[in-house]
């Protein structure tokens, strides 16, 4: 069993930035992919960005690419992903999620709020 706990997030001005953090614990296996989705009010929940807990490797959605850094510490057992030159339409509850063993993201964080004011 994981357990996730996002924080990090608040309201800010475009162009500001945040970075979230997701505290993990239980079991993760170095083939574990982690992530973070969002959701806005009214809109479906979006696939934001991934990595893989051992290689660290990355992959992002095209709305964020160039903007947003995802990243992680093993040692802390802690994800984050640092949201740079944040715009109005970024804002959305952001959850941090860790696939199971059949590589679905079976866990999932309760959330945490981040607003971006125009």
């Known amino acids: 069993q994981v357990q996730l706990v996002e924080s990090g997030g608040g309201l800010v001005q475009a162009g500001d930035s945040l970075r979230l953090s997701c505290a993990v614990s239980g079991r993760t296996a170095s083939g574990s992919v982690m992530g973070w989705f969002r959701q806005a009010p009214g809109k479906e929940r979006e696939f934001v960005a991934r990595?893989?807990?051992?290689?660290?490797?990355?992959y992002y959605a095209d709305s964020v690419k160039g903007r947003f850094t995802i990243s992680r510490d093993n040692a802390k057992n802690t994800m984050y992903l640092q949201m740079n030159n944040l715009k109005p339409e970024d804002t959305a509850k952001y959850y941090c999620?860790?696939?199971?063993?059949?590589?679905?993201?079976?866990?999932w964080g309760q959330g945490t709020q981040v607003a971006v004011s125009s």
């Open positions: 990595i893989t807990w051992g290689a660290g490797s990355t």
């Open positions: 999620v860790a696939t199971g063993i059949g590589g679905r993201y079976d866990y």
